[in-house]
């Protein structure tokens, strides 16, 4: 596809931050993991600071398990069906999160609603990237629904993730253009070229709040 075309970033950060140590992220994920792999490239190449300490998928056929494979990350399949219930599910995701000693919590196509339990044991330390512009088009077919409802101007968001579901206080958000010629794959492949630039920056952010303004209101 023809990557250049007209967009729109804010706020304005071009510029991710340094971290010493790394930040440690735990990626959430259940799909093929575009967004994984751009933040596995910008971590080996040296040019993030992010110590990519877990993957924890659901699914045991996503593509995210075999970026993780490749790329020597260790990962944890965490099917729910195999969970009595809910709450023991995600149980075991907090014990990971924690046992691998995480300081953010990335949600990458992360395809499960998680409980405000969940989210509430941790405020503020978990991000979430949404292909809309949140508020709009919240839910699982937002780039669906946005050509459906004839919007002009669509996008991503990356969030932070509080129990209502893609709500939470917005950190980057990258918007581009819907012309007549569009139409679902050229969208979606735009806004994946778009999600893999803002969801570092927000990482970046994120973690810079994580290390500064939030501690000691935990
Ligand atoms: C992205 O479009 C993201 O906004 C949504 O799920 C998709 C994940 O893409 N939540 P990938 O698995 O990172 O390629």
Redesign the pocket.
Known sequence: MNKSFNYLISPEISKLRHFSPKLRIAIL?S??????QELIDLSNSNKFDIDIRILITNNSNA??LLRAKKSNIPYKIINNSNYKNKEDFEDEIMRIIIEYDTELIV????MKIMSSNFVNSFRNKII????SLLPSFKGNNAIKEAIANGSKITG?SVHFVEPEVDSGSLIMQAALSISNKENIESI?NK??LL?HKILPLSISQAGYLIRTSFKGND
Do not use: K, V
């Open positions: 994920a799909g093929d993991g575009s967004n994984f593509g995210c949600m990458a196509g992360w979430n990237i949404h292909p991503c979606t806004i994946h999600e």
